[in-house]
């Protein structure tokens, strides 16, 4: 399978760079804000709207494109809702407020996730009585800035889709009794959509934060001397770092193939789950190699190895850990014939 990129997506991602790196924020530990000048040049640059059809103000490109925009975010450690933000619009469907999200003036996060409860996109304790809904989403995302929420809730047995805009919270969490709420066309398809989207976004980002922390555990192994001579002559630890190397091709791999398949059909679930158990356990492996081969300055807040590694470990726990896409896929073991390796 072909996984180069085309001239478009090349200056993409040139041009996403650069943006970046002019409104790129300094990294403080414990703490996540949303950088409105980045997101501003996102939103010029038309990464905001780049999955979304034209008709509803997006640029008519696709899953591919964003997980670009999402690696060079990763690869420089910075956080944005930019995933946060795709699969909000994508659960809005073609209501009106995706524009404003496109365009950046109004921020819009999902809220799907339970407290107390393992991830699921099938609501739980959330309830819905015509426009009028029960239950807590925490920790909803970036909620300080947040000016619209989008959430999901059970109606009878069926899932509804509702956007909550000038939302009340108490920190991170969104209590829904009470608040002003509208349903939105939409149902649990268009719910696992958002999430595939949602989900490839983020893995693309960890892939830029995995290839990030291989290069300056490399660039530390060539300039850090141990009895006089730099840690890369040491045989054991390049061999360490070269199974770094083999970790992150493997996840960008499984990214990439993920990113054309969701192109091709974005329900696939089943591809996403693949991605999810793959990039998850490679982002740990990475993540831990490169703290332990830094030695003590690896657990320090102010090196930038430790924030990458608190981010892949993120990545790994949302939209579900690697023991529930194991899960999933085990579950759809019967649909799979028997291969017979003799004949």
């Known amino acids: 399978m072909d996984f180069t990129f085309s001239d478009d997506q090349n200056s993409l ?78 659960l809005l469907g073609s209501d009106d407020l995706v524009a404003a999200a496109i365009e950046g003036t109004t921020l819009v996060v999902p809220a799907l996730f339970e407290p107390g409860r393992a991830w699921s996109p099938t609501p739980h304790g959330v309830r819905a009585t015509g426009d009028a809904l029960t239950g807590v989403r925490e920790p909803v995302p970036y909620a300080a800035d947040a000016r619209a929420v989008v959430t999901t809730a059970l ?6 889709i509702f956007v909550l805009e ?60 141990q009895f006089g001579v730099p840690l890369m002559k040491f045989q054991t630890l390049t ?35 693949r991605m999810k158990v793959t990039a998850g356990k490679a982002g740990r492996h990475i993540g831990q190699e490169a703290i332990q081969l830094h030695g003590g300055i690896g657990m320090t807040a102010e090196y930038a190895v430790g924030h990458r590694t608190a981010r892949l470990t993120e990545f790994e726990h949302t939209y579900g850990d690697t023991r529930y896409h194991v899960g999933q896929l085990a579950a759809r073991l019967r649909e799979y014939g028997a291969l017979d390796l003799v004949s």
């Open 155 to 160: 109606d009878g047995a069926q899932v509804g």
């Open 166 to 225: 000038d939302p009340s919270f108490t920190g991170a969490r969104l209590d829904l009794a009470g608040q002003s709420a509208r349903r939105v066309v939409g149902d649990a398809t268009q719910v696992q959509r958002a999430v595939n989207l949602g989900t490839l976004v983020l893995a693309g980002e960890a892939v830029g934060a995995m290839e990030s922390a291989l290069t300056m555990t490399v660039e530390y192994l060539k300039s850090r001397k």
């Open 13 to 90: 991602r040139e041009a996403a760079r650069e943006a970046i790196a002019r409104h790129k924020s300094e990294p403080v530990a414990g703490a996540v804000e949303h950088n409105v000048k980045l997101w501003q040049a996102l939103a010029e640059l038309g990464a905001l709207g780049l999955p979304f059809a034209e008709a509803v103000g997006g640029m008519g490109a696709g899953p591919i494109e964003a997980m670009v925009v999402a690696s060079e975010l990763g690869r420089v450690g910075e956080r944005t809702a930019y995933s946060e933000m795709l699969t909000a619009a994508t």
């Open 239 to 273: 061999q360490r770092a070269a199974d770094m190397y083999t970790s992150l091709e493997l996840a960008r791999s499984a990214v990439y193939f993920a990113a054309m398949s969701l192109a091709e059909n974005p329900d696939d679930a089943v591809s996403i789950s």
